[in-house]
């Protein structure tokens, strides 16, 4: 049998191979296989897609949807068309195929590489929150994706979108193996958590994970939800005590006890003390730390706020706490500040406390919030007698921040102008200046301290001698020599205006003396001063004020160029007659100290209109040999009234060919407050685009941005700047800005802003989004661009400008309807990465604790700023109501007024 079947396929074989050689009409014909015209239509639509009119493509995109699964790979492609309606169109063809377009989509996600390829990630939005049976592929892709690693977080934003439904998606991907994938879950998580309790129990779960960064994530995620997780106090407070648990977790513990509110702040204030006290028992870690660096540094991580006071009293009261403990609870209250104000009387106790160092920190902390009520306050004249000089000195201190004075204590801070401690003198003498004229008793002792050894003591005693006022006329000529002496050094007007120096307090006691010590002054005066003692009288004369007016005339009369203009600026500083500053300028401008004559075209500048009979002079200093004469005339006219335009040519000349590059920016800030007038100087400013100072290059590019309407030579110099690589920030931030000026009329420069949006940094991004939305609709090829940054950027601001674009756009963005709605309610991301990148990357121990990035960068404020940019945007781009609805009903009972409202807005609008 085996043999036959052997035969059989020979003879076979050798039938074909006859026939196939056999010549002529005796060959076998082969058929051609049948037509497929399902394959062929898809052909002719995905032509038509690619090269046809828009109402051609979008018809031919409308058809696709016909064809079911086989044409998903054709509609994904659709979606990068640069035509935003076409995009639009597939969107919702997919959509309509719902779970049969998932794994496409999903595919087209994971290829994603050009900016515009975010378009996918929206069609994919919108499908899987109408068909939720595409929810678990979808969180199957991210616990199975190994690359690109920025798969999973998109991901994982599509099912965030999708609310309480994507839940047990997210939930599932809590149990994967790799730690980074779930924390990508417990973004999502955070976000649903927004607005439905159903994901706060895995979220809370996840407090007890393996990994550090997932235990920290899941802390922010909480935080964020304020008083909806007060059931988990305990947990987060068990991380916060932790004493092996990572920095930047428990520091988060920390943030999110206090977004918890009232409730929690017991459990806050004593997890503080407990870190406080650890810390500072411990001993330094490194080389040159300290414990009161590191206490000071947990100190303020606290930000424990009024609502905290009872619990932190009470601690501090609490006997059979341990003294640190109770000391550090003072701090606590310290760290209030003035609205502690309420827990004073609960602090006098601690004034005659048997314990020296609980005295100490009483005194400390009334300083630091104020005690006003007369019975703290007589309780502190008490103090001044303590045993300790450090409870003495404190006291003295808070004495001086009361606003009720009780002159009865001034006996008492006069005796201690005499202690032992110099550092006692110096607080009772401060303390006594601030009791103004009823201070006046310890005005021997302080002339006295003016003379003593301590050389520190001098300028405090001045101090004090100033509080005292005009009642202090006695120590005048005491106040003179110290400033005027041989031994006084020398102050210039930089340092005159610095707090903190020695030798200012002198020049400010006599200036709070006032109007007394002018007559002793004018006999000073009266002498050949050196030029180093004029400047003295004239700093001397600008403390006093308007009474020292006529005094500072005679000085602007006399004496070398340097003195009089600077008395002349001081006169016009303290507000006196041009008639009185502007003679003098003008004469000055005649002398050869380019330095005078620089300053006194100053003063022609802050003149302004008021000057505007000096242009003559002026016009004639822009040819001065000097350069900085130059710089400062052209200054000047920039700010004086009258016809300008004879000076642009000279601008534009000095802009390419002066060597200074001071006057090149000077020139081209000129032209830049000129403006329109300034048109014939484009030339010269396009060229100076190119220009080796990065300076002058901002300032080139800032001018072109005024000189409006904008010509091509100027738009197209603009877009070479953005587009160069090697560019600093600085400038392209400049010419971006100046291309949003220009508004549809740079619409050439939509590529380039679009390519800037992925070169630059943070500030060049932000900048680039609103120039583009100030272009409006001819800049829809960017919409893609911009919603990667409203979904993706770190930074709020970058979210909010990307917001504020596409609302700018308008009809033409409305493939960003997914994301815009998205963003409405999303207000946590940002902030959970930003403390992720701070604790991870460079670690607090090298930054240290900023509280500005929960305070005051990063308020709520900001993250209601950006929603309020999305929803306005969903108004102006006007989506499909069924896909935004709901999102708008959710927003209507929004804590925040201004998302209430914008909201409502935006309902009505779209309803219409």
Known sequence: MQLLGEWESLAASAIVLVACCAPGPRAIAQKPPAPNPQAAKLAELSRTIESAKLPDRLKAVRDLAGFGKDAVPLLIKALSNREGAVAEAATSALANLGAAAVEGLIEACRKSEAPHDVVPLLALSVVARQFTEALPTIAATIANQQQPDDIPPQLAWVLSICGPEGIPALVSLLGHPKWGRRQVALDALGHIALTTDEAIPPLARALDDEHEWVRWRALAALGMLGPRVRDHIVPIAKRLLDKKENVAVRRTAIWALQRIGPEAIAALVEADVAVVTETAASPPSKKGENKEDRLQSYEVFGGVDVRALPAAVALAKDDQRPVEWRVAALGLIETVGAPAKSATMDLVPFLVHSDVRLRIAAVRTLNMIGADDPAIVEQLGRSLSDNDPEVRRGAAMALEQTTTKDVGLVPTLVKLLADGDARVRGASAIALGSFGDAGSPGIPALLAMLEDPDQRLHSVAARALGGIGARASEAVPQLIQAIFGSKSKMLDLGQAMMPGLQDIDFYVALGHIGKAAVPELETVLAKNLSDEDAKKMVLVLRRIGTDAIPTLRTVAKAGSPDIRIWAAQTLLDLGAEPGDVLPVALDVLKSSSFRAREKALWIVDALGPKAKDALPAVARATQDTEAHVRLAAFRAIGSMK???????????????????????????????????????????????????????????????????????????????????????????????????????????????????????????RVVAAEALGKIGKDAASAVPVLVHRLLWAKPIAIRRAAAQALGQIGADAKIAAPALAWACEHSDVEQRRRLGFMSSKYSWVHIGYRPDVLTTNWTDDSWSAARVAAIVALGEIGPDPKLVAPVLARLSTDPDQAIQKAAADVAVRIRK
Request: glycine share 6%; charged share 35%.
């Open 642 to 764: 009258g016809d300008r335009a004879e000076f642009v040519k000279s601008a534009g000349d000095l802009l390419k060919k002066d060597p200074d590059p001071e006057i090149r920016e000077r020139a081209a800030f000129f032209l830049k407050r000129t403006g329109p007038e300034a048109k014939a100087a484009i030339p010269a400013l396009v060229s100076a685009l190119r220009d080796k100072v990065p300076s002058v290059r901002s300032r080139a590019c800032e001018a072109l941005g005024e000189i409006l309407p904008p010509t091509a030579e100027s738009v197209d110099g603009l877009i070479q700047v953005i587009e160069k690589k090697e560019e600093r920030d600085e400038v392209r931030i400049a010419a971006i800005e100046a291309t949003g000026k220009m508004g549809p009329k740079a619409k050439k420069a939509v590529a380039a802003l679009v390519s800037a949006e992925w070169l630059g940094s943070y500030d060049v």
